[in-house]
């Protein structure tokens, strides 16, 4: 079988799909789905996992998922929902990366943009940044600001996000502090989480483990590939399901991120297309499972 992402690597395929960003919703997804793929959308009939994603970006558009993927404006959806305390505490947001007071700011805290995703930023050690390294992310922040994160994957509730910039807490665990934080992603269908995923070492060689409800490992590989080492079932994982039910409650897809720290569970992000739509699942199989349990009637 031929790897369209090795022909059309990253940056090749970073490089067509933005001059073709004029181009209307459905043509851009498709030369976007080839290029990933190898395959078309079968847009009147889809049946698989991604080709149904793909179609949810065009035919189920509702404005309210623009407040949940607003990593700002969710923080009072989760309060309204779940109550107090499952957000990480916020230290500030500004418009620009130049109104920022460090001085302000802990030694220790996450920065990030609230419109797009792959911005985050975790500073450690904030008396060690060197002029340089502001510079650097004075350069990448505004560019980030910049940036319509709709156009890249037609993702609908990104369009009209009014981008800023904000800061968190760093969390540590408090049991084993220089361990970085897991977190667990629920698929969600209609409210019902069917299958989770553990991503582990993200900082330095990611993997990603699939679950069933009563944690169970399933042979699924995705973006990712499985961890050599065994996943511990957490604590709260009862607790974190019943939280995925609630949050995804009316939506025919969408992936709930948490996070279990310190005896408390915490609410990372709404995410609507998994990997944008365009990474499938192997075996194959799971592609067309992952698909029925999505509901386009």
């Given at each position: 079988?031929?790897?369209?992402?090795?022909?059309?690597?990253?940056?090749?395929?970073?490089?067509?799909?933005?001059?073709?960003?004029?181009?209307?919703?459905?043509?851009?997804?498709?030369i976007?789905?080839?290029?990933?793929?190898?395959?078309?959308?079968?847009?009147?009939?889809?049946?698989?996992?991604?080709?149904?994603?793909?179609?949810?970006?065009?035919?189920d558009?509702?404005?309210?998922?623009?407040?949940?993927?607003?990593?700002?404006k969710?923080?009072?959806?989760?309060?309204?929902?779940?109550?107090?305390?499952?957000?990480?505490?916020?230290l500030?947001?500004?418009?620009?990366?130049?109104?920022?007071?460090?001085?302000?700011?802990?030694?220790?805290?996450?920065?990030?943009?609230?419109?797009?995703?792959?911005?985050?930023?975790?500073?450690?050690?904030?008396?060690?940044?060197?002029?340089?390294?502001?510079?650097?992310m004075r350069?990448?922040?505004?560019?980030r600001?910049?940036?319509?994160?709709?156009?890249?994957?037609?993702?609908?509730?990104?369009?009209?996000?009014?981008?800023?910039?904000?800061?968190?807490?760093?969390?540590i665990?408090?049991k084993?502090?220089?361990?970085?934080?897991?977190?667990?992603?629920?698929?969600?269908f209609?409210g019902?989480p069917?299958?989770?995923f553990?991503?582990?070492?993200?900082?330095?060689?990611?993997?990603?483990?699939f679950?069933?409800m009563d944690?169970?490992?399933l042979?699924?590989?995705?973006?990712?590939?499985?961890?050599?080492?065994?996943i511990?079932k957490?604590?709260?994982?009862e607790?974190m399901?019943?939280?995925?039910?609630?949050?995804?409650k009316?939506?025919?897809?969408?992936?709930?991120?948490?996070?279990e720290?310190?005896?408390?569970?915490y609410?990372?992000?709404?995410?609507?297309?998994?990997?944008?739509?365009?990474?499938?699942?192997?075996?194959?199989?799971?592609?067309?499972?992952?698909?029925?349990?999505?509901?386009?009637?």
């Amino acid at each position: 079988m031929i790897d369209f992402r090795k022909i059309f690597d990253r940056n090749i395929r970073g490089n067509i799909m933005f001059f073709l960003k004029f181009l209307p919703d459905k043509l851009y997804l498709q030369i976007f789905y080839f290029t990933t793929t190898g395959k078309f959308i079968p847009f009147k009939n889809p049946k698989t996992f991604t080709e149904k994603m793909q179609w949810l970006k065009v035919n189920d558009r509702h404005p309210e998922y623009s407040q949940l993927v607003d990593k700002l404006k969710v923080r009072e959806h989760i309060k309204n929902i779940l109550g107090e305390g499952y957000v990480f505490p916020l230290l500030g947001h500004w418009d620009r990366f130049e109104d920022i007071d460090f001085d302000s700011l802990p030694e220790q805290f996450v920065i990030k943009c609230n419109h797009d995703s792959g911005s985050t930023r975790v500073i450690k050690n904030k008396s060690a940044l060197t002029e340089e390294e502001i510079e650097e992310m004075r350069k990448f922040y505004n560019k980030r600001l910049k940036r319509n994160y709709y156009y890249a994957g037609r993702e609908y509730p990104y369009k009209g996000l009014k981008s800023c910039i904000l800061a968190e807490q760093l969390m540590i665990d408090e049991k084993n502090p220089e361990k970085s934080i897991e977190d667990y992603k629920f698929f969600c269908f209609n409210g019902e989480p069917k299958i989770m995923f553990v991503a582990t070492d993200r900082s330095t060689d990611c993997r990603f483990d699939f679950f069933d409800m009563d944690f169970n490992h399933l042979d699924l590989t995705n973006i990712h590939p499985q961890a050599d080492k065994p996943i511990e079932k957490p604590e709260m994982f009862e607790e974190m399901k019943e939280i995925a039910a609630k949050l995804s409650k009316g939506i025919r897809f969408v992936r709930i991120d948490l996070y279990e720290l310190n005896g408390k569970i915490y609410f990372g992000e709404y995410t609507f297309f998994h990997g944008g739509g365009f990474r499938r699942c192997e075996p194959e199989e799971w592609e067309r499972r992952l698909g029925d349990w999505i509901n386009l009637d």
